[in-house]
């Protein structure tokens, strides 16, 4: 199975602060990589397909980027309502499997 | 489209677990959607367990493919799981959601972009 490691665990900062959480997967995904964002008591929400297109309805204030290994989740400038926990997930190979998430808290 | 899961909240050790999901605003018979589970508890995380396509091909997590069958009924608009010797590792939220193959111009890639709103499954006795 292919690992996804999600760095940090969790991370707190202020309004307005750039966010960078970054996930690792044990091997290549051929860019198929996808982030989703939680709220607390929700199903999680897809926010980013193939590496880097944002979906329909979500903020560009979220950007993704990387290629093999290496990708990044980027919040540009940290809203309230971006409080979640954010998970990683490729879809190249069976199994598909999910990074253990980052939570985002507000300070 | 939205998808509702449902099924028993509490399931006894060594028993089958069931859940259905129905799905409703869009048509079960597309070719480029797999219906799936996923599910979620603080041991494991998400874990991903299976899909099937409205053509019937399905494909299952090999760690859980020896318990589980996914099964879709198109009349009924629905598609169901069943996870079979249940234990307390099991306990978790149970997902329904709709795996998506996007267009070649964009990746050609898959995820899930429809969820349920998930069902907690407890097993105990």
């Known amino acids: 199975d292919i690992q996804m490691t999600q760095s940090p665990l969790s991370v707190s900062a202020s309004v307005g602060d750039r966010v960078t959480i970054t996930c690792r997967a044990s091997q290549g995904t051929r860019g198929w990589l996808a982030w989703y964002q939680q709220k607390p008591g929700k199903a999680p929400q897809l926010i980013i397909s193939y590496t880097s297109n944002l979906q329909d309805g979500v903020s560009s204030r979220f950007s993704g980027s990387g290629s093999g290994t290496d990708f990044t989740l980027t919040i540009s400038s940290l809203q309230p309502e971006d409080s979640a926990t954010y998970y990683c997930?490729?879809?190249?190979?069976?199994?598909?499997?999910f990074g253990g998430g980052t939570k985002v808290e507000i300070k | 489209v939205q998808l509702q899961e449902s099924g028993p909240g509490l399931v006894k050790p060594s028993q089958t677990l069931s859940l259905t999901c129905a799905v409703s605003?869009?048509?079960?018979?597309?070719?480029?959607?797999?219906w799936s589970w996923i599910r979620q508890n603080p041991r494991k995380g998400l874990e991903w367990i299976g899909y099937?396509?409205?053509?019937?091909?399905?494909y299952y997590n090999p760690s859980l493919q020896s318990r589980i069958t996914i099964s879709l009924d198109a009349s009924k608009r629905n598609f169901s799981l069943s996870l079979t010797s249940v234990t307390a590792a099991d306990t978790a939220m149970y997902y329904c959601a709709r795996e998506r193959e996007f267009p070649i111009a964009v990746g050609g890639t898959r995820a899930f972009d429809i969820w349920g709103q998930g069902a907690m499954v407890t097993v105990s006795s």
């Open positions: 099937i396509h409205y053509t019937g091909s399905a």
């Open positions: 605003g869009g048509s079960i018979n597309s070719g480029g959607y797999y």
């Open positions: 997930q490729q879809a190249n190979t069976f199994p598909l499997t």
